[in-house]
């Protein structure tokens, strides 16, 4: 069985080199706008310099400036030469200011670096979009504008993802608070397969709105390619200085032109010797299906099945021919078994616990995608072996929806959704979310915390998200948070900001101290099966310390004094 495994070193230094890739050599304008800062005192104009720094100038520092005629003196701009990025690759970026704030920490990113795909040809020249210093946005009057929104349909229809007549399209965003906007075309006209919607945005000038493009069935949230979306996923316009009217060009819905149709013969492989080992999937009563796009996610439509006979009876596959333009798929597998929980459907750990996806080719053949875990989950020891209570802690201060709604403590309810409740619907009139609110204590603080039983066999992984008055609003629709619970019987995860996603890794930091009395005290972010190895060399042998298993708490950090041999030792925790 393969072991994952999260390397640290004591005393030890690695040099790294890369492949080299065809340079970009785009033009890249930058855009930001410092009216908060100044407002806040960070940013001095005439004193203060605003920065742009990315891999296209090694992260150093490429002033921006401001025109003290235009009409937004606030607006710093600067055009520079990315050569150090792949054309089509992904340029990642942030602002900087010499003084105050320093760097920004925008909250659209998780506090992360800001991100836009670079033109396939060099040469070319991107704008980039206008956004504010940290995402903090002047306390300034809304502007409406009217957006309309138009999305082609050709290839979804073409795939068979989007029937016209019967599926509906709709514009999903910021601006409706991820709502439904109901998009519609004209049958009779040139472009038929050309759906749009006109809709009112109200928001702080410049303001960047995100959206996405929604179909029923088939496809369902699209996927733009890197040059349409940040690093939000999603797209983006940013609203006029006043009010007036934005009216946004047809893009392809995923960006996916159209393409003639060719056969993919897919065959797919899953490993369900883990859940077999759990109880969670009986051989031979229990089914698993591959449901996706190709097969409009239906029901009972690609059962897999095994081979007794064979060196791994528990590998479960299926093939069938795919006949679609070449696009990527998204599918995920579903499991019958009802102690599989999350409805029967996996929570892959490689995306989030998203869609997984692969891409067929443009010419007809045969594909093998990689055999995977249901849900990645590949060790008896990635589960809970005993019922563990979960305390889960939020932190409302300055909270505020992705509809851009501030949280009122006096009137507005916190709640809790995730993978192993399984997720209830969202809005749902008949309000089965009332079970999981969270409250607020008595120190006067907005922390809100709740406490939740999380059954044995439930996966260490946590998907879960924070909600407003039951609604899917504290991030966009999809993006969730994920932790592990590492410690086992009771847990505490860290507190969540509001808004701010949080994937963790399932081994973490970890730290060494000076030694003391003959021993080395070493401590890591760890899992309730991971232990300690170590070596005097960095390429080893690695000798396993499996009873360092035992040294955990509830706040998930386990720690050995190790003691010292009179040379270099190196440190790693496996799973």
Same mark, same amino acid.
């Given at each position: 069985m393969k072991i994952n495994t999260k390397h640290y070193a004591f005393w030890a230094g690695l040099a790294l080199c890369a492949t080299s890739l065809a340079q970009a050599n785009t033009l890249v304008t930058f855009q930001v706008d410092m009216t908060q800062q100044i407002t806040l005192g960070t940013f001095i104009p005439g004193t203060s310099v605003a920065y742009a720094r990315g891999p296209f100038n090694a992260w150093g520092t490429s002033a921006l400036t401001n025109n003290p005629a235009g009409s937004n003196t606030n607006l710093y701009t600067g055009t520079f030469d990315d050569a150090a990025d792949p054309n089509g690759g992904v340029m990642n970026y942030k602002y900087y200011i010499d003084t105050g704030g320093n760097w920004e920490n925008p909250?659209?990113?998780?506090?992360?670096?800001?991100?836009?795909?670079?033109?396939?040809?060099? +040469?070319?020249?991107?704008?980039?979009?206008?956004?504010?210093? @940290?995402?903090?946005?002047?306390s300034l009057p809304a502007v409406t504008d009217n957006v309309t929104f138009q999305v082609d349909l050709t290839q979804q229809i073409a795939m068979g993802n989007f029937t016209p007549g019967?599926?509906?399209?709709?514009? !999903?965003?910021?601006?409706?608070?991820?709502?439904? @906007?109901?998009?519609?075309?004209?049958?009779?006209?040139?472009?038929p397969n050309v759906y749009s919607t006109v809709v009112a945005a109200?928001?702080?000038?410049?303001?960047?709105?995100?959206?996405?493009?929604?179909?029923?069935?088939?496809?369902?949230?699209?996927?733009?390619?890197?040059? @349409?979306?940040?690093?939000?996923?999603? !797209?983006?316009?940013?609203?006029?200085?006043?009010?007036?009217d934005i009216v946004l060009s047809p893009v392809y819905f995923s960006d996916l032109a159209p393409a003639p149709p060719v056969t993919n013969i897919v065959t797919f492989a899953l490993d369900m010797s883990i859940q077999t080992a759990l109880g969670h999937f009986v051989p031979g009563s229990d089914t698993v299906e591959c449901r996706g796009s190709f097969n409009n996610w239906s029901s009972g439509a690609f059962v897999l099945t095994n081979n007794m006979a064979a060196p791994n009876p528990a590998l479960y596959t299926g093939t069938l021919p795919i006949v679609l333009p070449p696009a990527s798929i998204g599918y995920k597998f579903w499991n019958s078994n009802p102690t599989a929980g999350n409805g029967g459907w996996e929570s892959p750990s490689s995306t989030g616990g998203?869609?997984?996806?692969?891409?067929?080719?443009?010419?007809?053949?045969?594909?093998?995608?990689?055999t995977v875990f249901f849900a990645d989950l590949n060790s008896v020891a990635e589960f809970l072996t005993e019922d563990t209570l979960v305390t889960f802690t939020v932190n409302m201060t300055n909270a505020i929806t992705t509809g851009g709604i501030p949280f009122n403590p006096s009137s507005d309810k916190v709640y809790l959704n995730g993978d192993w409740l399984p997720w209830w619907t969202w809005s749902d009139p008949l309000q089965p979310y009332l079970p999981y609110e969270?409250?607020?204590?008595?120190?006067?603080?907005?922390?809100?915390?709740?406490?939740?039983?999380?059954?044995? +066999?439930?996966?260490?992984?946590?998907?879960?998200?924070?909600?407003?008055?039951?609604?899917?609003n504290e991030l966009p629709a999809y993006v969730n948070h994920t932790r592990y619970v590492r410690h086992q019987g009771s847990y505490n995860m860290p507190l969540d900001p509001f808004g701010t996603q949080v994937t963790e890794s399932p081994l973490g930091r970890m730290t060494i101290g000076a030694p003391s009395g003959g021993s080395i005290p070493v401590s890591w972010v760890g899992l309730p099966s991971?232990?300690?190895?170590?070596a005097t060399?960095?390429?080893?042998?690695?000798?396993?310390?499996?009873?360092?298993?035992a040294y955990g708490s509830v706040s998930g950090i386990y720690s050995t004094n190790y003691p010292m041999s009179g040379q270099a030792i190196y440190f790693r925790a496996v799973k």
């Open positions: 909250s659209s990113c998780g506090g992360g670096n800001r991100t836009l795909g670079l033109p396939a040809t060099s +040469g070319a020249s991107l704008v980039l979009p206008i956004v504010y210093f @940290s995402d903090a946005a002047p019967t599926s509906v399209v709709s514009v !999903r965003g910021s601006f409706n608070g991820w709502g439904t @906007s109901v998009m519609t075309n004209d049958p009779s006209g040139p472009k109200s928001d702080v000038p410049l303001n960047l709105q995100h959206f996405k493009y929604y179909i029923d069935t088939g496809a369902n949230w699209e996927n733009p390619a890197d040059t @349409s979306k940040d690093c939000t996923g999603n !797209r983006f316009v940013n609203m006029l200085e006043t009010n007036g998203g869609n997984r996806t692969y891409s067929l080719v443009n010419s007809n053949t045969s594909l093998t995608i990689p969270l409250t607020n204590g008595t120190s006067g603080d907005q922390l809100y915390s709740a406490t939740f039983l999380v059954p044995k +066999g439930n996966p260490l992984q946590i998907v879960y998200k924070f909600s407003l008055n039951g609604v899917d991971a232990y300690l190895q170590t060399s960095i390429l080893g042998p690695w000798t396993s310390h499996p009873e360092t298993v």
